[in-house]
């Protein structure tokens, strides 16, 4: 009985990202020419790319989910992505390139290339569902109602669907690091070693697809850090929790450095804007285009919520954490529950400093879909919160509920109407 709603929810998913994937023109999603590219790479060349030209910029990222790409478009023995002409009128014009009928439905094979590799996508993000209710469950084992609406929030944020339906490693990579989170509370509830390995092996799989998932690794490590073995036992967990990664995935950042000379290839990009922590943008406009892109800004980020939905976000937000205050000043939660939010709650906090790091040493660049490494923390915490506040006892209501529905309502508007404005 506990999973009869699991594949409710994604269904209600697999539809609303198929909807983002038939509805987006192709490459109107942030990097999507250039995710497509080195997918084309593997399949038609049998070899990773070395960013000998600008556009084959995701050439530094690991190839885990590029090879997924490419291994389907040979199954289905399908042409290669299209190129598409720049609009000379972007950004003033919400289009990034320029669309013709000839990827109208039906589907030649190229324009059908690319509608697979975003169902690649949306598969990966259909498994961050199951986890998020895995992960619910195991914290709130009696709370079925609560573990539905955590899997129903992560597959409703707009963003996320909207991602999910579109060519991008970050779906993979949310993938992964929300199983490294899994397994990583698995192991704090159960001290079985068989969830440290599987730990271990969800973080070397992430590495191998996008640097930003080894920020999921801080679950496993503070269970480690902060259990009650020794220290030589503690060295020994944590010794396999760093050498799985090194050996299964080390490889290819030790190309990256013999081949740039760096994991991040600054050289090799256009002119980058790292911004000193000082500069007033961080006080003007970081946090708000963060926030903005976490909900949801589409296309090539041109695409955008009125003022009046983000308003009503915060409200929501602020309400949410109003809540687990109430929560953990009502000490109602075990042992257990509190060491595992607080982990939860510190991979959120990991993956905020992560941007911040980025924008400040490498490009301005507050994009709330980084964020989402720590979907299980967003995901369970936002309803948690909500439902606390708004019900008596540390128990499910109804109301909890009413957080997912909102958001359906919004993905609904974005679909049918604010899409069909901007297209």
């Known amino acids: 009985m506990a999973w009869l709603p699991l594949p409710l929810v994604l269904f209600v998913f697999a539809v609303l990202a198929t909807a983002y994937n038939v509805r987006v023109p192709l490459y109107e999603a942030p990097d999507e020419a250039a995710h497509t590219r080195y997918v084309t790479s ?13 556009e084959e910029y995701e050439s530094w990222q690991p190839p885990l989910y590029y090879a997924a790409g490419a291994a389907t478009l040979r199954l289905l023995s399908l042409d290669p992505p ?22 109208a439905f039906p589907y030649t094979e190229s324009v059908l290339a690319v509608h697979v590799l975003r169902a690649v996508s949306t598969l990966f993000s259909m498994g961050t569902i199951v986890v998020i209710y895995l992960v619910a469950g195991l914290i709130f084992p009696a709370r079925r109602l609560l573990a539905f609406a955590a899997a129903t929030t992560a597959g409703l944020i707009p963003q996320f669907a909207f991602i999910s339906g579109t060519v991008s490693n970050d779906a993979a990579a949310v993938f992964f690091a929300s199983a490294t989170a899994y397994f990583g509370l698995r192991f704090l509830h159960e001290e079985r070693k068989v969830w440290l390995i599987a730990a271990a092996l969800a973080l070397s799989l992430g590495a191998l697809t996008k640097l930003s998932a080894l920020a999921a690794g801080a679950v496993p490590v503070g269970v480690i850090l902060f259990g009650s073995w020794g220290w030589m036992t503690k060295t020994k967990y944590l010794g396999v929790l760093t050498l799985v990664p090194v ?3 080390g490889w290819f950042y030790v190309r990256s450095l013999i081949i740039w000379g760096a994991l991040f290839p600054v050289d090799h990009f256009w002119p980058l804007n790292p911004t000193p922590i000082w500069d007033p943008a961080y006080r003007q406009n970081f946090l708000e285009r963060l926030r903005d892109s976490f909900w949801y800004t589409g296309g090539a980020l041109t695409v955008r919520l009125s003022p009046i939905l983000h308003d009503i976000l915060n409200v929501i937000s602020v309400l949410a954490v109003a809540g687990l205050i109430v929560l953990v000043r009502q000490r109602r939660l075990s042992e257990f529950q509190h060491r595992g939010l607080r982990l939860l709650l510190a991979l959120a906090v990991l993956a905020f400093v992560t941007v911040l790091y980025y924008s400040i040493s490498y490009d301005y660049q507050p994009q709330g879909r980084y964020l989402f490494v720590a979907m299980p923390a967003f995901a369970i915490l936002l309803p948690l919160g909500l439902s606390t506040l708004f019900s008596r006892r540390n128990e499910d209501s109804p109301v909890v509920l009413a957080f997912p529905g909102f958001l359906l309502t919004l993905n609904l508007y974005i679909v049918t109407t604010l899409l069909s404005r901007s297209y």
């Not at 593997?42 to 600008?54: A, D, K, M, N, T």
């Not at 190129?83 to 972007?90: A, G, K, M, Q, T």
């Open 247 to 249: 050996a299964l995935a």
């Open 42 to 54: 593997i399949s038609q060349q049998g070899q990773l790319p070395r960013f000998e030209v600008v």
């Open 82 to 103: 299209p190129s598409l002409e720049w609009n000379p009128y972007f950004p003033g014009q919400a289009n990034n390139y320029i669309h013709t009928s000839d990827e």
